[in-house]
């Protein structure tokens, strides 16, 4: 498995401001993916960011309101911007453990509890 | 459409009853892996296991028990003797392997609640 750590572990933010979570595994990872969790519900998959390229977002997201980064195997953030009310959930990073040789098991981060008023 | 069915919302119990939580799945394609996750109430996911397709024979962990069926297209998660501890909310999810790039579809997910 892979320990990963996220930052903050929780924030409450104003609507119309953004907040950056970042997201750090122990060991390097070719696969790094950002889900969300709205209160009550199963989880979403936001995108997929793999190092030295774009992130790929599923249907419903889009880059100007969850930007990613991923600058190395080690590390990624997500931001989202412009929040509303409704961005209020948790936020997790996964990451496939094995680095080179994925292992296909996604193992997740503690997540990012993020409450918007 | 790849999709995960668990129609339990909320199971209660009390402890040391077994209990079994269902999972149903939808896939069209031929390699794929099943997962079974727990969130406590503090929040992080934890891995409890993985199935590939390949693979139906039933795994036992302890108290904790999977029997995966292709015929049904079922993954279902028994735990026996439950123990106050087990109160979580259990995911069932699927992941596509080649089609999907490893994207996991969960299911909406049961909360169990073991009662003293």
């Known amino acids: 498995s892979a320990v990963i750590s996220q930052k903050p572990s929780r924030d409450i933010c104003q609507r119309g401001t953004s907040l950056t979570i970042q997201c750090q595994v122990d060991?390097?990872?070719?696969?790094m993916f950002w889900y969300r969790q709205q209160p009550g519900q199963s989880l979403t998959l936001i995108a997929t960011?793999?190092?030295?390229?774009?992130?790929?977002?599923e249907s419903g997201f889009v880059i100007d309101k969850f930007p990613i980064s991923r600058p190395n195997l080690t590390f990624s953030t997500l931001t989202v911007s412009n929040m509303s009310p409704e961005d209020s959930s948790i936020y997790l990073c996964?990451?496939?453990?094995?680095?080179?040789?994925?292992?296909?098991?996604?193992?997740f981060g503690p997540g990012t509890r993020l409450t918007v008023l | 459409a790849q999709k995960v069915t668990q129609a339990q919302t909320e199971i209660s119990v009390v402890e040391k009853e077994d209990v079994t939580l269902d999972c149903v799945y939808e896939?069209?394609?031929?390699?794929?892996?099943l997962f079974w996750y727990k969130q406590p109430p503090s929040g992080e996911l934890v891995f409890l296991i993985r199935?590939?397709?390949?693979?139906?024979q039933n795994e036992i962990s302890g108290r904790y028990s999977w029997n995966f069926q292709k015929s049904t297209s079922s993954f279902n998660f028994t735990i026996t003797a439950s123990q106050v501890v087990d109160s979580a909310v259990y995911f069932c999810?699927?992941?596509?392997?080649?089609?999907?790039?490893?994207?996991?579809?969960f299911g909406q997910g049961t909360e169990l609640s073991v009662k003293p």
């Open positions: 996964s990451v496939e453990a094995g680095g080179w040789t994925s292992t296909d098991t996604q193992y």
């Open positions: 060991s390097q990872v070719t696969m």
């Open positions: 960011a793999n190092q030295g390229s774009e992130a790929t977002y």
């Open positions: 896939t069209r394609d031929t390699t794929y892996y």
């Open positions: 199935r590939n397709s390949f693979d139906e």
């Open positions: 999810a699927l992941s596509e392997r080649y089609n999907q790039g490893g994207k996991l579809i």
